[in-house]
């Protein structure tokens, strides 16, 4: 077997590692959320919840230096990328908006949206502090 297609099998193995515990977790909030009496489905389930970790992490590894590409494959592409997942919350804005709750909508939106963008940089900040 050459070089490169043991890198890139490598990465694979990386990647799917990640994603593994990524959805697993994810699995388990929208558990949690069905398991909550409808409190957290009312604001788009775990959705929410997945998505400002995600940005959070993504802003720790951000802060790590470059040549961690292992760790970023590992957490940012697989498990960041399986816990955080743009269809579903689309699917849960939609159904929101079926629901006739556009203000929550909205408002889930912002959050989102704002907060991500935070917590990528809070995120960021605390990867900085505990870089070596």
């Known amino acids: 077997m050459n070089q490169a297609l043991r890198h890139e099998l490598r990465d694979l193995a990386l990647v799917a590692a990640g994603a593994i515990p990524g959805a697993l977790l994810r699995w388990q909030l929208e558990l949690a959320a069905s398991a909550s009496g409808g409190r957290l489905r009312a604001i788009t389930g775990a959705d929410l919840l997945a998505n400002l970790l995600g940005c959070l992490l993504i802003g720790v590894l951000l802060a790590q230096p470059p040549r961690r590409t292992r760790l970023y494959l590992w957490g940012g592409i697989g ?54």
Do not use: H, K
């Not at 006739?100 to 909205?106: F, K």
């Not at 939106?109 to 070596?132: D, H, K, M, T, W």
């Open 79 to 132: 498990f960041c990328g399986s816990l955080t997942t743009f269809s579903s919350w689309m699917l849960e804005l939609v159904r929101g908006l079926d629901a006739g709750r556009p203000l929550q909508v909205l408002a889930v939106l912002a959050i989102s949206l704002l907060g991500g963008l935070a917590l990528v940089q809070v995120g960021y900040g605390l990867g900085r502090r505990l870089r070596p």
